[in-house]
Structures are given as structure tokens and as C-alpha cells.
């Protein structure tokens, strides 16, 4: 049984493990206590040193200690217990069960991913389009009450995963995109960014977020990038672009030897910067794993949803407990005090 439904009578309130789970509203009145029974022991000894004596002619035979003389401090004793009851039931012991809430209000978080041919180019391990799923998926799982959504681009745009708080459902997204789930070839980079708008235009969340991935050559689609960015900017929708890969020659698969094959590679920094400008986010390029996962990572930090937490106090108070025992003490002492027990003969 729990120590504190214990009744009032019980001895349990008095145990040490019940007196240390309490708290104290005014901790001043038990630094007071040691002081009641000083007060009694000197107010014994004043009374045993300045009271007046009388003479009295006995035999030293007579003259006989007992024990029954100790009885008439049973009384002051009683009072003593009494004060010092009701000084802990004036310190407020209390019981307090504190519940914390914590919730955030969101961000609203669309990943545009480039699944075009050259994102199987090979200066990322294994390859530019596996490094960034991995990299979104560690973002994802930094994210807290956060909707995430999924938009995949090639020759064309689609939202493969709507806004949602299903982070599970994400991450089998992730794992299932491949180069051929479009089958038009090219980079359509405004068509994605028209997928992310009409995704979040609806949004009513007052951070809305995309983070474009691609290796930044716009070569297909039929709406501009910059008119793409330009309607995104007018949603509210910060842009961060992240431009992926090497220029030059680069490794992209194999010969019948085992060797790397080198192709000529391009990246068109200049619109990706653009979109990030226009989008009042950030551009970034990148051309290895590890400045990919540090870029999400500045991203992760930027766009952090403040946390709010409501506290709630439960407070139950046991001052009425030492009351009562005070009261049973107060009862015991009026019995005392009108009793022989204070007629005893002093020695």
C-alpha cells in the first residue's frame, strides 16, 4: 500500500523514507524544532536551581530516590511532542507530481530528389542518388513532429509521399526509388518545384521548407526553374539547393575490364544559386559524402521548431496529519495535567 494513503493514525508518517518523499513549503518552522526541547531542559533546570527549598529534618535513611519521581515530566513531555507537531504541520509537508508536456508547432519539409541518369555518377559512394537517400534518411530521423514530403524528378515530377508525420512510411519510400521510375529522360528541375508549391500551397504552417537535391542542369520539363522558384517564393517556401557532383571527368560505371569508365560531366551552379536566392534559403555544392551529410546537418540546425512545454503541478498537502496527532497529543496532555502526575513530590 502506498505510504502516503496511509491513515492518519498510522506510524508510517512518521518513518524516515515517508519524511524525506516529502517537500516542505516553509522549511523554517523544522530548523525551529531542536529549539522546543532546549527550551524545556532549560526551563527544567531553572526551575530546579532558582526554586525555593525548604528544610526539612529526615533521617538519611529516609531519604529515598524513586523512579515514580521521573513522572511528572510525562506531562511536559507530552506538551513538548505537541509544539514540535505543530511546527512540522506549519512547514506545509507536501507531495508534488510534476507532469511536463512538450510539442512543437512543425515545419512542413518537401525533399525534392533528382533521379536522373547522371546521379548515377560515381564520385559519391556508391553513387550520387544512394548518398543522398541515406543523407535524408538521417535527416529524417533528427526531424521531431515535423510533416515531411517526397517529390522525385527526371525528364518529369511527381509527389511520391505527401506531407506526413509517418516517418516509417518515408524511409520505404526512400528505399524504393530508383533511376527508372520516370521514364522520360532528363533534369526537370521547374517541374519539381512546381510539384512542391501545389504540395504545399495549402500548408498552414508558418515554416514551410524545400530542400532541392540535383546536379543543377535544367534539361527538361516545360516550366522555367526561376519561374518555378519565383511561385514557390510567393507561398512562403524557403529554398535551400544542394548541387551534388564533380565537374569534369568522372567515374560513371565500368568497362568489360572492371575499370572505371570516366564521362564529361557539367553542373549549372548559376540557376541552382538563383533558385536558393529567389527561395530566401541557402545554396550549397557539394562533391563528396561527407560535405553532403554536413550541409543536412547546417540545414537540420537552421530549421528547428521551437519546443514548447506546459508543466503541471500536482500538489497534495499532509499538514492536516501532524494536526490531528498534535490534537491527540494536546487531548493526552489536559488528561496528564489534571491527573496525580503533576502532584508527584518532587525529589
Known amino acids: 500500500m502506498d505510504k502516503f494513503t496511509s491513515p492518519w493514525y498510522s506510524l508510517d508518517w512518521f518513518s524516515p523514507s515517508t519524511l524525506n518523499a516529502l517537500t516542505w513549503e516553509s522549511k523554517i518552522f523544522l530548523y525551529l524544532i531542536p529549539a522546543i526541547p532546549i527550551a524545556f531542559i532549560l526551563r527544567w533546570l531553572i526551575r ?20 515514580f519521581n521521573w513522572l511528572r515530566f510525562i506531562p511536559e513531555i507530552i506538551l513538548m511532542l505537541v509544539m514540535m507537531l505543530i511546527l512540522v504541520a506549519l512547514a506545509r509537508p507536501q507531495r508534488s507530481n510534476e507532469k511536463v508536456e512538450q510539442w512543437t508547432e512543425g515545419i512542413d519539409i518537401m525533399i525534392a530528389l533528382d533521379i536522373s541518369q547522371s546521379m548515377q555518377i560515381e564520385d559519391f559512394q556508391p553513387n550520387r542518388l544512394e548518398a543522398a537517400k541515406q ?18 524528378f527526371s525528364g518529369d515530377a511527381f509527389s511520391l509521399a505527401p506531407l506526413t508525420t509517418d516517418y516509417n512510411l518515408l524511409y520505404s519510400y526512400l528505399n524504393d526509388i530508383t533511376f527508372d521510375m520516370i521514364e522520360s ?14 504540395r504545399m500551397s495549402e500548408s498552414e504552417s508558418k515554416s514551410k521548407v524545400c530542400i532541392l537535391i540535383s546536379d543543377g542542369d535544367n534539361t527538361a520539363g516545360n516550366i522555367d526553374p526561376i519561374t518555378s522558384a519565383e511561385l514557390a517564393a510567393a507561398y512562403s517556401i524557403k529554398i535551400y539547393t544542394i548541387l551534388v557532383g564533380k565537374e569534369g571527368m568522372v567515374p560513371f560505371g565500368k568497362d568489360y575490364f572492371g575499370r572505371p569508365q570516366m564521362v564529361e560531366n557539367t553542373v549549372d551552379e548559376t540557376t541552382m544559386r538563383k533558385i536558393a536566392d529567389i527561395g530566401n534559403g541557402q545554396f550549397f ?45 494536546f487531548l493526552l496532555w489536559l488528561a496528564s495535567k489534571s491527573s496525580f502526575l503533576t502532584n508527584v513530590l518532587q525529589d
Do not use: C, H
Request: without cysteine; glycine residues 6%.
Open 185 to 198: 529522360r532528363g533534369t526537370a528541375i521547374g517541374s519539381a518545384m512546381a510539384v512542391v508549391t501545389n
Open 135 to 152: 543523407v535524408a534518411r538521417d535527416f529524417i530521423k533528427g526531424r521531431m513532429q515535423d510533416r515531411i514530403g517526397l517529390v522525385v
Open 285 to 329: 555544392r557539394v562533391t563528396d559524402n561527407e560535405a553532403l551529410k554536413n550541409v543536412f546537418d547546417r540545414i537540420n540546425k537552421y530549421e528547428k521548431a521551437e519546443i514548447k512545454e506546459s508543466r503541471f503541478k500536482d500538489t497534495s498537502d499532509f499538514y492536516f496529519i501532524y494536526l490531528e496527532w498534535a490534537m491527540l497529543f
Open 48 to 67: 530546579y536551581f532558582l526554586n525555593q527549598k525548604l528544610p526539612v529534618a529526615l533521617i538519611g535513611s529516609d531519604l529515598k530516590s524513586s523512579i
